[in-house]
């Protein structure tokens, strides 16, 4: 009855491997809808989302690096959140909050709590490296119903800042990073065929545009929930 799927956003540049499963992905949309938007769906296509309110989100500040703030990253996923959560056609009460936990793997998609964690050692022992972050979401196979997210943020191979420096060389937005991974918490897959979408599937250092949905995005989750 419950399934686990990950998600990730990739940095750029990919695979060919990667590359070429999104021209597949290209390739299987309809071409007489004007949106790239891509739902997360069961085995029986059906959409995976959440049931209703209050839905709850901690941050587990304890493994962050020196450069990031524990009350900003913590904003970062408040706002990050709300970006999505502000153009559904239907309310949805949110509650984001920190924690500390330097030991455990937080990341338990079976426990219903939702997490976000920074993973700063043995990232390539469970995820693709190529990954700046992903999103693992436990659901019900029946219904879609979504029963827990979980996100991860890959600190051992990528930096990330809430706020851009002007001499940024490989450094990260994590709010658009973050904004990116909530797309997914919330039951959205990769815009594969708009690059201009928060939920296109690859991401550069020192750009911040993900941060803010494009008009493809918020046609989804607006289908999505309504």
């Known amino acids: 009855m419950r399934k686990l799927r990950p998600t990730a956003l990739s940095a750029q540049p990919l695979a060919v491997t990667f590359i070429a499963a999104l021209a597949a992905l290209w390739l299987g949309l309809s071409s007489s809808r004007a949106f790239a938007y891509e739902l997360e769906r069961t085995a029986s296509d059906v959409p995976l989302r959440w049931p209703g309110d209050p839905l709850e989100?901690?941050?587990n500040v304890a493994r962050?690096?020196?450069a990031l703030d524990a009350d900003?990253?913590?904003r970062a996923a408040d706002s990050a959140l709300l970006a999505w959560v502000e153009q559904m056609p239907v309310a949805l009460a949110t509650r984001v909050t920190s924690f500390r936990n330097a030991e455990d793997n937080v990341l338990r998609p079976s426990d219903r709590v939702n997490t976000v964690d920074w993973v700063a050692r043995e990232w390539d022992e469970e995820f693709d490296l190529r990954a700046l972050a992903l999103t693992v979401i436990a659901f019900d196979t029946r219904t879609g119903e979504i029963l827990d997210a979980d996100i991860a943020i890959n600190g051992e191979y990528f930096d990330f800042a809430v706020a851009l420096a002007d001499d940024c060389a490989?450094?990260?937005d994590l709010p658009g990073v973050l904004t990116h991974e909530?797309?997914?918490f919330l039951g959205m897959a990769h815009s594969g065929g708009h690059p201009e979408a928060t939920m296109y599937p690859r991401?550069?250092?020192?750009?911040?545009e993900q941060r803010s949905l494009d008009e493809d995005d918020i046609e989804g989750i607006q289908y999505l929930y309504e």
């Not at 991401?203 to 911040?208: I, L, M, N």
């Open 57 to 59: 989100v901690r941050v």
């Open 64 to 66: 962050l690096p020196a």
């Open 72 to 74: 900003g990253v913590v």
């Open 170 to 172: 490989e450094t990260f």
């Open 182 to 184: 909530f797309g997914h």
């Open 203 to 208: 991401s550069q250092a020192c750009r911040d």
